[in-house]
């Protein structure tokens, strides 16, 4: 199942007939050198694109003061607890939240 967010933005997608790739992270996690990767393109710290509000997080991982190696082991393991939806066009990526950011990133790669 995709978060609200998620079907938001698959929705703006479909209607502005935008093509595009999804990737279902849940189904195909991404290894640790394509979160790396991500988290380059993104321009941000590993734990910005952890959703650290998850229960899961909060009881296994939040009172471990995790290395971002760590980080990225636990989102390989765990790729629930990625934020989303994470667009990517060539070398840049955004977390697409709140949706004004998606929709800003979308329309500046048309």
Known sequence: SFCSKS???LEFLETEN????????LNNPLSKE???KLVRK???PVLDIV?????????EFSDKNLS?????????ANP??????????NEEAVVGRPFEVFKTFVEAHQ
């Not at 935008?18 to 992270?25: E, K, R, S």
């Not at 959703?51 to 009881?59: D, G, P, S, V, Y």
């Not at 934020?83 to 990517?88: G, K, T, V």
């Open 7 to 9: 079907n938001c933005a």
């Open 68 to 76: 971002n190696e760590e980080l990225f082991l636990v989102l390989e």
């Open 51 to 59: 959703r650290t509000n998850e229960k899961l997080f909060q009881e």
């Open 42 to 44: 993104l321009e941000v």
């Open 18 to 25: 935008i093509p595009y790739q999804l990737v279902d992270i």
């Open 80 to 89: 629930e607890l990625l934020q989303r939806p994470i667009l990517e066009f």
């Open 34 to 36: 394509d979160l790396e």
